[in-house]
């Protein structure tokens, strides 16, 4: 059975009012509900209501161009625990409720070019590449603060215990130490969330659980401190 959807947003920049109908496959609806539904458990970790992805300070040596220190600074590890849990279901490329599966899913509904807009924003948050856009790093010339590296650092360390990823990782950090890099993996993480409950707020919309949403572009840098 199709189910029927009413969309009205506003465009905070313009103030301009979209309103689109259309219709919802019933898988397209039951993964769309679940979604939201995730989303929701994503929202009351403390990692996630904290904010708090850790600090990485690194000090360098402007005339002899070297690094001279870092630091890092993780949130509670129980926290992040709890919150990779909840996460599993968006994160997961297997899983039905992906975020690129539920993005995909809307784009081809959503074919306003405003909406098209949104989407991708969210779509670039969610890939990691506003934080790339900000700072890039690299050891071993392999991208640390990447989707792939991520995901390698997951299923080696926390969702997974991959052997043959874990030697990989190790290998990266034989000389830096890990935790600079979960410093930037903890901020990748914050973002998708930011992603994911902004696309889960148009979804609220289209599946009639509130009237409209005002969309808007926004820019929440993620880095670190350079002294």
């Known amino acids: 059975m199709a189910h029927r959807y009413e969309l009205k947003v506003v ?4 103030g301009e009012n979209i309103s689109l109908s259309g219709e919802f496959e019933e898988s397209e609806y039951g993964l769309l509900e679940e979604f939201v539904g995730y ?7 403390k990692f996630i209501q904290s904010g708090d992805a850790g600090e990485l300070t690194i000090k360098f040596d402007q005339v002899e ?3 001279m220190t870092v630091a890092t600074r993780l949130p509670d590890w129980y926290d992040v625990i709890a919150f990779l849990h909840r ?3 968006i994160l997961l490329q297997n899983e039905g409720t992906n ?5 995909n899913i809307l784009a081809k509904k959503f074919g306003h070019p405003r909406l098209r807009e949104f989407l991708g924003h969210c779509h ?8 790339r856009s900000g700072i890039q790093f690299r050891t071993n010339d392999v991208l640390i603060n990447s989707e792939k590296l991520l995901s390698d650092w997951l299923n080696s360390h926390e969702y997974h215990k991959d052997s043959e990823k874990q030697r990989f990782i190790g290998e990266l950090h034989r000389v830096m130490p890990l935790d600079v890099s979960k410093v930037l993996f903890l901020g990748l993480l914050i973002d998708k969330s930011q992603a994911v409950c902004e696309l889960s707020n148009l979804i609220r919309v289209a599946l009639g659980q509130q009237n409209s949403m005002t969309l808007k572009m926004w820019q929440k840098p993620v880095g ?3 002294s």
């Open 124 to 131: 670039f948050i969610y890939s990691g590449k506003r934080q």
């Open 39 to 45: 989303s929701d458990d994503i929202l009351e970790t």
């Open 87 to 89: 996460f599993r279901p």
């Open 11 to 14: 465009i905070d920049e313009t």
């Open 224 to 226: 670190l401190n350079e």
């Open 65 to 67: 161009r070297r690094l």
């Open 99 to 103: 975020f690129y599966t539920i993005h």
